[in-house]
C-alpha cells in the first residue's frame, strides 16, 4: 500500500472517529438483505458514507450505505450496513477499505456477514453458515503491490483466516439461542453473473460449501492487518443446477427478510461473549 493510500485511510479513520467516538469492540459488515441489524443499536450515531472522505457508495439493492455505530449485548458495534464489490468495477484496495478503516481504528474483531448460494445439498434455503476456510477465486488479491509494513507483513499467514475462538462463540451462542448453524467452506467469485451449473459442480469437488461476491477480499486485508475475524453466511438462495428453477436477486432478498430474527439473534449472542 502506497503512502498516499495509507493517507486516505487515515483521513477516513479521522472523519469516523470525529463523528463516532472511541473503537468500537467489533465490526461487522453487512450483507444483501441482512442490514436490518444496524437499526437495532441503542445510542446510534449514524454516518451515511457519502458524508465520509473517501469511501464507497454502495449502489446494490439491498445494502443501505451507511455506518451505525451503537451498542448491544453490552458492547460498542460498528456496523457497516452494505459494502461495494468487484463486480461494481471498484479495484480490490477500494472493496477493502472500510475494513482497513476499521482496523486503523483499532478496531479487534470483524465479523463478516453475506448472502451466498448453497452448493452443499445439505443445507437448505435459509441456513446459516459459519465460515470455516474460504477459496478466493475471484483472479485477485487485496495485498497486490507494494506493501506498506506500518499495514501488516508482506507475506501473512493465513492458516487460520476466520478465527476457531469467534467459531467457538456462535456455536456456544446459537445452541444457547436454539438456532440451527451449519460449518462450511465459503468459495469467492467475481459474479456479477450467476454461476454455471457446471460451475457449481466444480465447486462442490473444490470442497466448497457455499458461493458469493464478496467477503473473501475483506478477510484477507482484516487478518493482514491483525485483525481477528469470524465469517457467517446466510444460504439464501441454492446455487445453480441445485434446484431445477433460474436464480434471481428478488429471491435473495426474500429469504434474508425470513432468516431476520435468527440471524440478529446470533450475532447478539457472538457479540456479548466478546
Known amino acids: 500500500m502506497s503512502g498516499s493510500e495509507l493517507e486516505r485511510l487515515d483521513e477516513a479513520a479521522a472523519a469516523v472517529r470525529a463523528r463516532c467516538g472511541p473503537p468500537p469492540d467489533v465490526a461487522i459488515v453487512l450483507g444483501s438483505g441482512l442490514g436490518d441489524f444496524a437499526d437495532g443499536l441503542a445510542d446510534a450515531v449514524v454516518a451515511p458514507y457519502d458524508t465520509l ?58 465479523i463478516l456477514t453475506n448472502a451466498a448460494g448453497g452448493i452443499n445439498t445439505d443445507f437448505g434455503q435459509g441456513a446459516l453458515m459459519v465460515i470455516d476456510d474460504h477459496i478466493n477465486l475471484m483472479a485477485g488479491n487485496p495485498l497486490i503491490g507494494p506493501n506498506d509494513e506500518r499495514m501488516g507483513p508482506r507475506f501473512p499467514d493465513m492458516s487460520e483466516v476466520y478465527s476457531r475462538r469467534l467459531r467457538a462463540l456462535a456455536d456456544d451462542a446459537a445452541r444457547v439461542a436454539g438456532i440451527a448453524v451449519r460449518h462450511g467452506v465459503y468459495v469467492a467469485v467475481h459474479g456479477p453473473s450467476y454461476e454455471t451449473p457446471a460451475e457449481i459442480r466444480a465447486f462442490r469437488a473444490l470442497g466448497a460449501d457455499a458461493v458469493g461476491m464478496s467477503t473473501a477480499p475483506e478477510a484477507i486485508a482484516a487478518r493482514h492487518m491483525g485483525v481477528e475475524v469470524l465469517g457467517i453466511s446466510c444460504i439464501t438462495n441454492m446455487a445453480a443446477g441445485v434446484l431445477d428453477q433460474p436464480l434471481v ?17 446470533l450475532l447478539e449472542g457472538v457479540i456479548g461473549r466478546l
Request: aromatic share 4%.
Open 53 to 110: 472522505p473517501h469511501w464507497p457508495r454502495s449502489r446494490v439493492v439491498g445494502h443501505a450505505g451507511r455506518l451505525v455505530v451503537g451498542s448491544v449485548a453490552g458492547k460498542r458495534v460498528a456496523a457497516l450496513s452494505g459494502r461495494v464489490h468487484v463486480y461494481e468495477g471498484h479495484p480490490m484496495a477500494t472493496v477493502v477499505l472500510a475494513v482497513r478503516v476499521m482496523a486503523r481504528l483499532g478496531v479487534p474483531r470483524l
Open 249 to 265: 436477486h428478488d429471491e435473495v432478498m426474500e429469504t434474508a427478510r425470513r432468516v431476520r430474527g435468527s440471524f440478529i439473534a
